[in-house]
């Protein structure tokens, strides 16, 4: 397998110094940079939107790792891509099934890579239909809406039957990420990584990030 990508969330990134905390991941070695949008709708929390995110696109060199935890993602497909997304990640359970499909082509017709993100209660079988459309998928091992929660062990056991039966996908993890549990979902097939509180708090991330790739 690739080199594991690391994406650290700015959800746990100082908002006062976002252009600071921005440049130390992006010295320290990241590979993306994870935007969490939420919209007080889907998730319980709101968190940025466009025009914070065309901001950070003007400063940020590494390419932006787009989550959207809103309703109606394909409203916003157009705007968050002129605001500089590179990867844009939809919620399964966002959008009905019937119209999945047709939304990753959506999303790949801007020439930004596709990415979609499963809840911990998400059967993975119910979403292997639609991994041939898809760059990535996001698989979610904390309840999406808040940083810092515990990791959900029993959500990386989606990770294997998808890395065995899809070998080139992009297989994302967020929530709860460390060192052991990183390495955790590498073992399982992962090939990429978010990571907001293990990074930025700690002493030396650069370390931190060479951790997560193991």
């Known amino acids: 397998m690739s080199r594991v990508i690391v994406s650290p969330s700015i959800l746990s990134a100082d908002f006062a110094n976002?252009?600071?905390?921005?440049?130390r991941v992006e010295n320290a070695g990241a590979d993306w940079l994870h935007i969490d949008v939420m919209d007080g709708h889907f998730v319980p929390n709101i968190t940025i939107g466009v025009p914070v995110t065309a901001s950070i696109k003007q400063i940020a060199k590494l390419p932006l790792d787009v989550h959207l935890m809103i309703e109606n993602p394909q409203n916003f497909v157009e705007p968050f891509v002129k605001?500089?997304?590179d990867i844009l990640t939809f919620h399964y359970e966002a959008v009905e099934a019937d119209k999945i499909k047709s939304l990753a082509g959506y999303i790949k017709s801007f020439g930004v890579m596709t990415g979609m993100s499963i809840k911990p209660k998400t059967n993975v079988k119910d979403v292997l239909p639609y991994l041939t459309d898809l760059d990535m998928l996001l698989v979610m091992t904390v309840e999406p809406g808040f940083g810092g929660q515990m990791f959900i062990e029993d959500c990386a056991a989606k990770i294997k039957p998808v890395r065995e039966m899809f070998p080139e996908l992009i297989i994302q993890v967020d929530g709860g990420i460390n060192?052991?549990?990183?390495?955790?979902?590498?073992?399982?097939?992962?090939?990429?990584?978010?990571?907001?509180?293990?990074?930025?708090?700690?002493?030396?991330?650069?370390?931190?990030?060479?951790?997560?790739?193991?």
């Open 18 to 23: 976002l252009e600071r905390d921005i440049k």
């Open 83 to 85: 605001a500089g997304a």
């Open 179 to 214: 060192a052991k549990t990183g390495k955790l979902c590498r073992d399982l097939g992962a090939n990429s990584l978010v990571a907001g509180s293990y990074i930025y708090k700690s002493d030396d991330i650069e370390k931190a990030i060479i951790s997560l790739r193991g």
